[in-house]
């Protein structure tokens, strides 16, 4: 147990619905990041906060976007939801390892299926 | 560019040594990773490395760090069927806490 929590484990929706993912980091963690792992596109980096500002964007769609609550907890918004967008989405949060670099906790992830 | 690569798949014997191999691009790389993942969980770190070591060596694990040629491999002991999973690597730089993951290997141990 990685300390990362996800809610909800399974979601399924249709096309064109919104859903919201939900992540709590590890006690005393700052950062939180998110990732999709789909069949086609393998792992990616969505994106990352820090103490409640986004600090860093990677593939993420203008469809999707994500917050970071006061009390350090997460979600990630999809919206006009697409077959696509079935994936897998991971949450981690940080801890320093040295150098400028963080050791990342991955939570249990939330299968998502679009139909 | 960022991209990292790994084979796909990787098949041994139970009892056997396993290396997974991994390639990347990004010469600014400062921590590389391997990660864990077993069917419906999450992923696991299992260990990392700097990019100015070339050797790290953790109970059966053994990362090797060719920088010139950035070529990354964990070497796995006396492999169990535990063992089976997809392995990630990694890749972070200097100040930036993305992780770049390469495709993953699925190894299978078989008895």
């Known amino acids: 147990d990685s300390g990362v929590t996800q809610t909800p484990k399974h979601l399924i929706t249709a096309t064109g619905q919104r859903v919201t993912l939900r992540c709590s980091p590890r006690?005393?963690?700052?950062?939180v990041y998110w990732y999709q792992q789909s069949l086609d596109q393998g792992l990616q980096f969505l994106i990352q906060y820090y103490n409640g500002e986004e600090r860093a964007k990677g593939n993420i769609l203008e469809r999707f976007s994500a917050q970071q609550f006061p009390d350090l907890h997460s979600e990630l918004n999809l919206s006009s939801l697409e077959l696509g967008d079935s994936a897998l989405y991971f949450c981690?949060?940080?801890?320093?390892?040295?150098?400028?670099?963080?050791?990342?906790?991955f939570g249990p992830g939330t299968r998502l299926t679009v139909t | 560019g960022e991209d990292v690569e790994q084979s796909l798949f990787l098949s041994v014997r139970e009892g056997d040594s396993s290396v997974i191999n991994c390639t990347y691009t990004d010469s600014s790389s400062t921590y590389l990773y391997w990660y864990k993942q077993e069917p419906g969980a999450g992923l696991q770190l299992l260990t990392y490395i700097f990019s100015n070591m070339d050797m790290k060596q953790d109970q059966r694990l053994t990362v090797l760090l060719n920088k010139k040629d950035k070529h990354l491999s964990l070497r796995i002991a006396d492999t169990q069927t535990g063992d089976s999973a997809i392995y990630f690597c990694a890749e972070s730089t200097y100040n930036t806490d993305k992780l770049i993951f390469g495709t993953g290997t699925r190894l299978q141990v078989f008895p």
């Open positions: 006690s005393g963690d700052l950062s």
């Open positions: 981690a949060s940080s801890a320093p390892i040295g150098g400028g670099s963080y050791e990342q906790y």
